[in-house]
């Protein structure tokens, strides 16, 4: 054991080369393997010892074992050290190990390694570079005597064939760390020493001359080019010129007709001035060039210093042209001087000219060649020129610093050359340095730092490119073979690169895998690459990159012949080719690459490959019996083709032949035995035929191995006989043999061996760096001194020292390391003590710190859990040095720790309350932190979702959190989730919840609930805006998140009464405990949302995570919308808290900052969150301007262009009728809300119905209020307010039919109407509550009692009348019913049988006016049908059609049962003994008419098309009231039943038909006659015109009569009075109010016999009704009574609603109905828009432009993002001057100026589309809020 620790002293693991590339990891897993085994004999130690102890007769003495044992712990402290890089990250889960011996036996090794000096430098990332940065840093080293050791030594000792590529590496390292001066010195004192004489120097092939060769080809190549290009090329020119040009002056070679003297004189020319060129530029000669001249000189100069100075000149002279300047211009093209060849002639030329420069240079005359004397003045003309060129160019320079630099400009393929020239010379460099006489001087430590640094850098990677060839060489090929050669050969190499696969990780990744590579020469000189079969995985590695791969390393080889070896080790399925992957291989390789192929040498072939290659037959055909295959059964064999140092096969594949036992003669039994040999390595089982089997046509002997992991058993089966079971293989494999037992033996042994080596399951640690090393250590020391094991907490303390000394941690009082040192287990103290100083003095080590202690946490048991939670806390506070750090490195890092304590909150259940007071209540202090964390909790709460445990564990922490800083953590939750709310207006979504941010806002809001107990939320600064969030948040999110808005408000109110900052009244706290009582209330629980919650406490805490439970996950369904009134009385509750505590407040803003707040919402377009924050606005304001409102209306306008968001119109309609108290008296908006509330009556829908009579009741007690009402009527106020705007509300009126220019009263009535069918009862009460109000206000100006009935006041009288038992009082009947009844009748039956009889007659009469294209026909039921013509459907001149004809719709009636509700006939109905229950079609009346069949849209038509023959029945109608026009004619019979018809038949029809009745929908108004076009003969009916007889005095109340003729003289007057009445029977349900109306209606039809026509129509389907349904006796004989006066009046047919629709009031039967889905509104909401439009611009509304301010304080960081917008699109602030593009342009030019102001009401066609319409006269821009 002494020896193993001796020899793993400094010795890095080598790993063989791995099958699965990565280096690293086979080192790792090599230390681990070493690990284990030291571990295992440690643990044997300690068994040892105790059985010694149980039993003192064992044979082995205790202090041997502790001597085994400290040998052990030194062998693993040395394995440690020398391999920190791989080991220190698996080994470190070992100071957290269970058993406190190991811990201990570990702790002992660390503080080895830390006291040998360790250098975790090896540790970093850059280890790597780092290590060839210390190998180039050796081999530039400088002795004290400026020497270089290890470079001489390389030099010295690398081979001829390497010195090129050596020159290369040492100028450009040297160079790189300015040291190339102290290198050529070297080199040219070792040249010049070895020399003879001066003449010899730098002319043999040394390694000195190859340097200065490089030097002066990689320095010089610039100024040669910028100094001879020119001058060359002028010689071309010349030649180009004058074709005789020559230089040949030697007789012998001279050509006919050259002139010799010619010749010389060119020559003598160009050479003198490529000469003066030469020595001229010495200013431009390069400086490193210049160092190299000078080093030479001085060397020279000091060897041969008896010569002369003139000699050396000569020396360097000739070097430079000799070495430098010749050979550039006798071969100018290929040194790159010109890019031309130069012809014969010029290169003849150049050759003669260096031949007299050389001469020059070297101070000699010609005297050997006699052709050459001729130039020997010009050479003593020229020799003092040169000697001055070369002194110049050689004596000062400046010689560079010799500082160290980095290595960031050396090209790593210089150091990689390096690295391999050292491995593969470094046995030669020991040899060199031990026998070289300088050796003492050096002695052999740089040898040593050599040898380990190439220990652990390991081998060099196989070289490429053939080695032998020299640089120069490879230039050539390079250039010859790609110039020959077509870059994309393939297409698919083409595809390949254009996807730049080459720089995908995932092809460096396949590269480090070196499944194909080229490494080496054959015997025969080619090149040769090897496949290894089995590091291929099919389905892992992307075959086709594999292909790029072989293509791309081919390559350059392509065009010559080159050699292939194929290693099939261990090859089987998962390393096989798919058949169509195998197919490609052949089409992609170009043929070229098959043809240069000499040889394949497949090595291992086995039992696998055979099967393949049959299987794969077809395709591998043309390799059958090929010569160039060649299988090799034995390394051997491969040896005659590659000689065995140029052989590269992995280390695995060669180790399988080390350590063999072989057993030959065995016999391997299956369907057929063959003879094996069985050979057993220390790794592997190989079993090889003895026989030889065919593949691909060769014979061949197979191999088949088996590694010790796959061996699965081994069982003998008798003497001779044995079985081997191998994973993966289909069954046991049997063997006979003599010699089976040793055979087993030894496979038994190496599977035993191989089970050894795998360690247990080591935690790996993540990767440690450098720096983390102290802080990962630290933990692991403190941890482990308090430890219950006195023994581990002596090796802890020891570490701890260790630690101290090594790093130099600043710990006050000294630490010393001793052994046998007795520590007590409670040292709690003294551990925290050290914890807390190092936190003050090495905050630096806090990051990594931290996270170890967070590793080792999950690791320990629950005491030395909660001694981690100690040491932790002091070093919490230093991560806010990291968060504000700039390094974004940190930030993340300081992120991580926080994620991990949050997944440690989570995860340890058991120390939860520990943690969170430690930790988190420890982290709430620091309030740099703050953010971070809140970040963190809030991500990880997303992730696990609302209610999950997670987010709840978070939201719980959060309270830890505040504790310790109430005001800080809780302005930073509530800002945060403002500004999330704020943040939902850039993106607006339809609600909140389906906003992206919901997530972060809901739980964001769960922390609220979570602090708002015991006011963690510092109420007392933040009042507003929780309420504020409260009212957005209210009645949203799944009922859990609803039920905690609850609970947040009760911790508010909570939180109020006990605050101590706060002091409060006793009435202030009375409220507040009210308040708290209320909100408990189960209203309460119904406005929030939670009406079914028994507590909301405990909805608020449940978690999801219940079985069954889904009240966190669901949403509510879509009718649990919160309704706006509900909202309302919220915020009333929290108003009238807020204003209780502010009057114990001095200088209280509250209100105010609510105020700003929920102003700030509501002018932004935000569909989720505006509609409430307007409600808020309104109910909490306490003042209004004049801007604010007209902003509301502004938005009111956008909300109506789109008619989508009813919500927000409501919103607004409610939060003007809060404001409107508020606006100041004499402000004219006040008379604008009156038409505005009646617009937003006419839009016919339910919710915004209710909303716009509120404002319209406060409207009437504001102006009443003001008193504007006081001597003036509502009528005339109100007419002239419209008065600029005629034009507009002229087609309101129009489009419902109701005309207030005809009669106001009415046209206001027939508003009213409607609010009687409201489905809500406050509504139904509030109408009749405005209708009083009304009445008073009409009947005040008159001076008059409110119930005297004249034409002002009947249209109110009549619409009370079955409502207001006052007013029937005073409105009496003139006579009874029973005064008509026929006394003498039978009973009631035979009555309304006998009416009905008669009533059907009466009504088929007028079926016989019916023209042409409507077919009467009797089907099979006996319903009459009608088939209405769409074309001619607007015809109007009957009774039947009157209906189709006043809607301007055409009526699709199908011809077949079940008939549509359009169909006008229905089917006798026989009297049940049960009323039917009213469906809702029977209620809608003839509103519905089914749309066109076609589909489209119904296209509406102007007055002038109508139907001629109305248009003039009309007239006649309205000239003589009193006359009315008898229609029918032709009394077509029918043998059908009769029945009471109508057009208002539908109902019966709907009712009939049951499930097959389409429920009617309202059609488009059609675009009648505006009221304001006077027809000839009508009497216009203002107010003050329409009153004929004189005004009475007082009347009685007997003589105050509702229908007095006296009274009601105007035939309009009569007419509209009775359509009220009609209309309200029509419409009622309650069979009281019908049996006061019909009593009226009888009277009407005795009083006003000529009038009533107008409206039976509206009441046949009630009648009809009432004949088969009804028993109450009073509304039968009333009926009755109104049947005969009918049918006594001769007129029956007046075309009713044609004169209806002529004066006006066509729409006040229909709009009175009940509330239906109509198309209409849309139309309406349009016409709206244009009067509002009209009434902001051209009415100029007063107000100035808002100017929303920020209301957030800037304590709570959210900047003002205000968006002002409203419904539809953004209403930028620039944009609210001129809510429509008209305002820009006063003069009205341009398109929008043009609006049409005259003409008729067919100027308002409008086209109905799906959301949103254009408008034509006035488009608006809609800006898009994106």
């Known amino acids: ?167 290369r590496v040492f100028v450009n390292l040297f160079d790189a760390k300015h040291l190339l001066y102290q290198l050529l010195w070297n080199m040219f004192s070792k040249e010049v020493e070895i020399a003879d004489c001066m003449q010899t120097l730098f002319r043999g092939n040394s390694l000195a001359s190859k340097i200065m060769a490089y030097c002066f080809r990689f320095y010089g190549l610039g100024y040669l080019r910028e100094l001879l290009n020119p001058l060359i090329m002028e010689m071309f020119q010349k030649e180009h010129s004058c074709q005789q040009i020559s230089f040949e002056v030697d007789p012998a070679r001279l050509e006919a007709g050259e002139n010799i003297e010619e010749n010389k004189k060119n020559l003598t020319i160009i050479t003198q001035k490529v000469f003066n060129a030469i020595v001229g530029s010495a200013h431009k000669f390069p400086s490193k060039l210049r160092s190299m001249c000078h080093c030479l000189f001085h060397v020279v100069n000091q060897r041969f210093q008896q010569s002369t100075g003139e000699a050396v000149w000569t020396v360097i002279g000739t070097v430079i042209f000799l070495r430098f300047i010749n050979p550039a211009i006798v071969s100018p093209y290929e040194s790159g001087i010109i890019d031309v060849e130069a012809t014969p002639k010029i290169k003849r030329g150049l050759t003669l000219m260096c031949k007299i420069m050389q001469n020059i240079a070297n101070h000699l005359l010609f005297t050997k060649e006699n052709h050459m004397r001729g130039f020997n003045d010009i050479l003593k003309a020229n020799f003092e020129a040169g000697r001055r060129f070369f002194t110049e160019i050689a004596s000062d320079v400046d010689i560079p610093d010799t500082g160290n630099h980095s290595l960031s400009f ?64 490879i230039h050539l090929l390079a250039d010859s073979r790609w110039s020959s050669m077509d870059m994309t050969s393939t297409k698919f190499e083409e595809i390949m690169s254009k996807h730049n696969m080459h720089e995908k990780d995932e092809f460096k990744s396949l590269k480090n895998l070196h499944i194909f590579y080229q490494a080496g020469t054959s015997r025969a000189g080619n090149p040769v690459f090897y496949y290894i079969a089995r590091r291929y995985k099919v389905g892992e590695i992307n075959g086709d990159l594999l292909i790029y791969h072989v293509l791309l390393t081919l390559k350059p080889y392509y065009n010559k012949p080159f050699e292939l070896a194929i290693d099939f080790t261990h090859t089987c399925a998962e390393n096989r080719f798919r058949t169509d992957f195998l197919s490609k291989w052949f089409v992609v390789m170009p043929e070229v690459v098959y043809q240069n192929i000499v040889a394949t040498y497949i090595y291992n072939c086995n039992s696998w490959v055979r099967e ?194 090594t790093f130099d941690l600043k710990i006050e009082g000294q630490l010393l390391e001793t052994t046998g040192l007795c520590i007590p287990a409670n040292n709690t103290i003294f551990i925290k003590s050290i914890s807390e100083t190092l936190a003050a003095n090495e905050p630096h080590l806090t990051l990594e710190f931290l996270e170890e202690c967070i590793q080792g946490f999950g690791n320990s048991n629950i005491e030395l859990k909660h001694l981690c939670l100690e040491y932790i806390t002091p070093w919490l506070p230093n991560l806010t040095r990291f968060c504000r750090h700039t390094d974004e490195n940190k930030r993340q890092k300081v992120a991580l720790i926080l994620d991990k304590l949050i997944t440690m909150t989570i995860e340890e259940v058991e120390m939860y309350p520990s943690i969170q007071a430690k930790i988190w209540g420890n982290i709430g202090q620091v309030a740099d932190l703050l953010d971070m964390v809140l970040d963190s909790f809030i991500k990880r709460s997303v992730t696990g979702g609302l209610g999950s445990i997670q987010a709840e564990i978070m939201a719980d922490t959060a309270v830890a959190l505040t504790s310790a800083n109430v005001q800080l953590v809780s302005r930073k939750v509530i800002g945060r989730l403002c500004r999330l709310i704020d943040k939902t207006c850039t993106s607006p979504t339809p609600t909140l919840e389906q906003h ?73 706290l009375k409220v507040l405990k009210m308040s708290l009582a209320e909100f408990s209330l189960p209203k309460f629980y119904q406005l929030f949302g939670i009406s079914k919650v028994k507590s909301a406490a405990v909805s608020a805490f449940r978690t999801s995570f219940r079985p069954g439970d889904r009240s966190f996950t669901m949403s509510p369904p879509e009718h649990e919308k919160m309704p706006l009134c509900s909202l309302e009385t919220i915020v009333d509750a929290l108003l009238e808290i807020m204003e209780a505590c502010n009057k114990d407040i001095r200088n209280c803003d509250w209100l105010q900052q609510w105020t700003d707040l929920s102003k700030r919402f509501a002018f932004q377009y935000n569909p989720a969150l505006q509609p409430r924050a307007i409600i808020v606005f309104g109910c909490i304001s306490k003042s209004v301007t004049d801007s604010e409102i007209k902003q509301m209306l502004k938005i009111l306008m956008k909300a109506l262009e789109s008619f989508q968001d009813l919500v927000l119109i409501e919103s607004i309609v409610m939060c003007l009728t809060r404001l409107q108290p508020m606006l100041r008296a004499d402000s004219p908006i006040h008379k604008f809300l009156f038409w505005v509330a009646i617009s937003v009556l006419q839009l016919d829908e339910v919710s915004l119905y209710a909303a716009g009579l509120s404002l319209l009741e406060q409207n009437l007690h504001t102006l009443d209020n003001i008193g504007i009402l006081e001597n003036d009527s509502l009528e005339r106020i109100m007419m002239e307010t419209r008065d600029p705007l005629q034009w507009h509300f002229k087609q309101l009126d129009h489009a419902m039919g109701l005309s207030f220019k005809a009669n106001f009263n009415f046209a206001l009535v027939g508003h009213l109407l409607k609010g009687f069918r409201h489905p809500i009862q406050t509504t139904v009460s509030r109408t009749i509550r405005v209708l009083h109000h009304l009445l008073a206000i009409t009947s005040k100006p008159l001076g008059r009692d409110k119930f005297e009935v004249n034409p002002q006041t009947v249209p109110y009288l009549a619409a009370l009348v079955s409502v207001s038992e006052e007013v ?127 589909g489209g849209p119904i296209r509406q038509k102007s007055w002038e098309l109508l139907d001629q023959q109305a248009m003039t029945a009309a007239k006649k109608a309205t000239s003589v009231p009193h006359q009315i026009q008898n229609a029918a004619a032709n009394v077509a019979q029918s043998n059908s039943a009769k029945v009471w018809r109508s057009l208002d038949n539908e109902t019966n029809a709907a009712a009939g038909t049951g499930a097959g009745a389409v429920l009617p929908s309202r059609p488009p108004l059609f675009k009648t006659r505006s009221s304001s076009m006077p027809v000839p003969g009508t009497k216009k009916m203002d107010s003050g015109k329409s009153q004929s007889r004189p005004v009475r005095g007082s009347v009685s109340n007997e003589n105050n009569i509702l229908l007095d003729p006296e009274v009601l003289t105007d035939y309009p007057t009569q007419v509209l009075v009775l359509t009220v009445l009609a209309t309200l029977v029509r419409n009622t349900t309650d069979e009281n109010e019908a049996r006061i109306l019909y009593e009226y209606l009888a009277e009407a039809s005795v009083v006003f016999p000529k009038v009533f026509p107008v409206i039976h129509s509206l009441m046949d389907a009630k009648i009809n009704n009432v004949l088969n349904l009804c028993h109450d006796q009073a509304i039968l004989n009333a009926v009755q009574c109104i049947i005969q006066n009918m049918i006594a009046c001769e007129d029956a047919s007046q075309q009713q609603l044609s004169y209806l629709m002529s004066i006006g009031f066509g729409g006040l039967w229909r709009f009175a109905g009940t509330f239906t ?25 007063p107000g100035d432009d808002l100017d929303i301010l920020n209301p957030y304080p800037s304590s709570l960081g959210i900047s003002s993002n205000l968006n002002l917008s409203s419904s539809m699109s953004s209403l930028s602030v620039g944009s609210m001057h001129s809510p429509t ?14 609006r049409i102001r005259h003409g008729s009401a067919n100027n308002v066609s409008s086209k109905n589309r799906a959301g949103s319409f254009k408008r034509k006269d006035s488009k608006k821009k809609i800006d898009s809020l994106d």
Request: net charge negative; with cysteine; glycine share 4%.
């Open 410 to 473: 050396i090209n790593d393929a210089n150091v990689l050359a390096l690295h391999r020239l050292l491995w593969n010379n470094q046995e030669k460099i020991g040899d060199y340095l031990s026998s070289s006489r300088d050796h003492k001087a050096v002695g052999r430590r740089p040898f040593d730092k050599m040898a380990t640094l190439l220990a652990y850098l390991g081998p060099p990677e196989h070289r490429p490119l053939d080695s032998q060839l020299s640089m120069t060489k």
């Open 1717 to 1741: 889905k109509s198309p209409q509104s849309s139309d309406t909401a349009e016409l709206f828009v244009n009067c509002l439009e009209a009434m902001m611009v051209e009415t100029c509304l």
């Open 1781 to 1794: 593009d008209k305002d820009n342009d006063k003069n009205g030019s341009g398109a929008n100026g043009a």
């Open 1368 to 1494: 029937r009082s005073r409105c009496h009947l003139k006579h009874r019913t029973s005064q008509y009844m026929m006394t003498d009748s039978p009973s009631s039956d035979s009555l309304s049988a006998e009416m009905s009889q008669t009533v059907s007659n009466t009504a088929n009469q007028g079926m016989t006016g019916a023209p042409s294209n409507v077919s009467v026909s009797t089907t099979s039921n006996g319903t009459m049908s009608s088939a209405t013509s769409i074309s001619q459907a607007h015809s109007s001149s009957s009774v039947s059609t009157a209906a189709s004809a006043s809607s301007g719709s055409s009526t699709s009636v199908a011809a077949t049962p079940p008939p549509t509700p359009a169909s006008p006939a229905a089917p006798q109905t026989p009297v049940p003994t049960t009323p039917t229950p009213t469906t809702p079609a029977s209620t809608a009346g003839s509103q519905s008419q089914s749309p066109p069949s076609s």
């Open 996 to 1068: 992206l941010m919901w997530d972060d806002i809901a739980i964001l809001a769960r922390y609220l609930l979570m602090l708002s107990f015991n006011n963690s939320l510092d109420v007392a600064s933040h009042l507003p805006f929780l309420f504020h969030i409260v009212t957005l948040l209210v009645c949203t999110g799944p009922l859990s998140l609803r039920a905690s808005t609850h609970g947040l408000v009760i911790n508010i109110i909570h939180s109020l009464c006990t605050c101590s900052q706060l002091q409060f009244s006793e009435n202030t």
């Open 612 to 805: 393949y290659t049959k299987f794969h037959d077809r395709i591998l055909t043309p390799l059958k019996g090929n010569r160039k295959l060649v299988f090799i059964d034995h390394p051997a064999r491969l040896n005659e083709y590659i000689d065995v140092d140029h052989q590269k096969l992995p280390g695995s594949t060669v180790a399988l032949e080390e350590d063999l036992k072989i057993s030959n003669n065995a016999l391997k039994l299956s369907h057929k035995d063959t003879k094996v040999t069985i050979k057993v390595g220390p790794n592997a089982i190989q079993i090889t035929s003895a026989e030889k089997s065919k593949v691909l046509g060769h014979q061949v002997l197979l191999n088949d191995v088996y590694y010790a992991s796959e061996i699965e058993e081994v069982c003998l089966v008798d003497d001779n006989q044995f079985t081997l079971t191998i994973s993966n293989e289909t069954g046991p494999l049997s063997f006979i043999h003599n010699d089976c037992d040793n055979i087993v033996h030894d496979i038994i042994h190496i599977r035993t061996r191989w089970e050894l080596s795998q360690p247990d399951t080591v935690t790996v640690h993540t990767k440690i760096r450098p720096k983390d090393v102290p802080g990962t250590l630290l933990n692991v020391a403190l941890l482990n001194l308090g430890s219950s094991d006195p023994s581990l907490r002596s090796a802890a303390y020891n570490l701890l020292c260790a630690l101290t000394q």
């Open 1 to 167: 054991m002494e020896a193993v620790a001796a020899l793993l002293a400094g010795l890095p693991l080598q790993p063989e080369e791995s099958d699965r590339g990565d280096l690293m990891e086979a080192k790792s897993q090599l230390f681990l393997k070493y690990l284990t085994l030291f571990m295992n004999l440690l643990n044997d130690c300690s068994e040892e010892e105790q059985d010694k102890a149980m039993d003192p007769n064992r044979k082995r003495s205790t202090s041997n074992l502790s001597a085994l044992r400290n040998c052990t712990v030194q062998a693993m402290s040395n394995l440690l050290n020398a391999n920190i890089d791989s080991g220190l990250m698996h080994s470190i889960a070992l100071g957290y190990h269970k058993d406190p011996q190991t811990r201990a036996a570990f702790m002992e090794v660390l503080t080895k390694i830390l006291q040998q000096g360790t250098e975790f430098e090896t540790l970093a990332e850059t280890a790597l570079a780092d290590r060839f940065e210390r190998l180039v840093e050796l081999v530039t080293m400088i002795g004290d005597k400026g020497e270089l050791p290890i470079a001489m030594a390389l030099a010295t000792v690398v081979p001829t064939s390497q010195m090129d590529e050596l020159a």
